[in-house]
């Protein structure tokens, strides 16, 4: 039987994508709790997307969750006002999520399983294009201080390009999550090209380099 191991959930009607950049207004006790616990010691929680219902005083006999949820890292955190943490989050591991239940103040617990990390693999030619227009896409964005993506830019990467594509692409959360939940970088960025061709942001015959 494959292993499972006990991780703290924090379900959201967003997905998150490993290596992503998760912002976070917490202000639930629960919540408070363990973002304040993972600063400390480092510990991870897991991201796992609401499938319906709200993100506030929802408890596990009415949660309905996707089966792959992805690890979270405290970054850092600051309280601008009384009772309202301002989180940063870094993606990690993603994993499936075979059951969930109740305790201590609410919070919610899974028992998951690892899943395995995108296969190492180099950036493909048919994909070249996809990688260059979101390095356009990053510089346009850090000329007017925005920076949604965590350093390094690994842009010769196919799963790390698909997946920075995948969260600002104007998609379905549903759709987002199925590209998450595929366990080949190479083959998400397929699908993140063909979407990026149909609809003009990247040419057919990919830029010379």
């Known amino acids: 039987m494959p ?53 506030t005083g929802r408890t596990a006999a009415d949660a309905d969750l996707a089966a792959v949820g992805c690890r979270a890292k405290v970054l850092d955190c600051d309280m601008h006002e009384a009772g309202l943490l301002h989180v940063r989050c870094k993606g990690g591991s993603r994993f499936v999520l075979r059951s969930h239940e109740t305790v201590a103040l609410g919070l919610e617990m899974g028992r998951v399983q690892a899943m395995d990390d995108d296969p190492n693999a180099t950036l493909g030619a048919r994909h070249t294009g996809a990688a260059f ?17 965590l350093p390094p830019y690994r842009l010769d990467t196919p799963g790390w390009v698909a997946n920075r594509w995948a969260e600002i692409l104007p998609i379905a959360t549903e759709a987002r999550q199925r590209l998450m939940e595929l366990p080949d970088g190479t083959q998400r960025l397929d699908v993140v090209d063909r979407y990026l061709r149909q609809h003009g942001i990247v040419a057919e015959s990919p830029p010379l380099q």
């Open 133 to 149: 227009a979101l390095g356009r896409a990053i510089a346009a964005l850090d000329l007017q201080r925005q920076k949604p993506f």
């Open 3 to 55: 292993t499972t191991q006990g991780l703290p959930l924090f379900p959201l009607q967003s997905v998150l994508f490993p290596g992503g950049l998760l912002g976070l207004r917490v202000f639930e006790a629960r919540y408070m709790d363990l973002i304040t616990r993972c600063l400390k010691t480092g510990d991870e929680f897991g991201v796992v997307l609401m499938l319906s219902g709200s993100e």
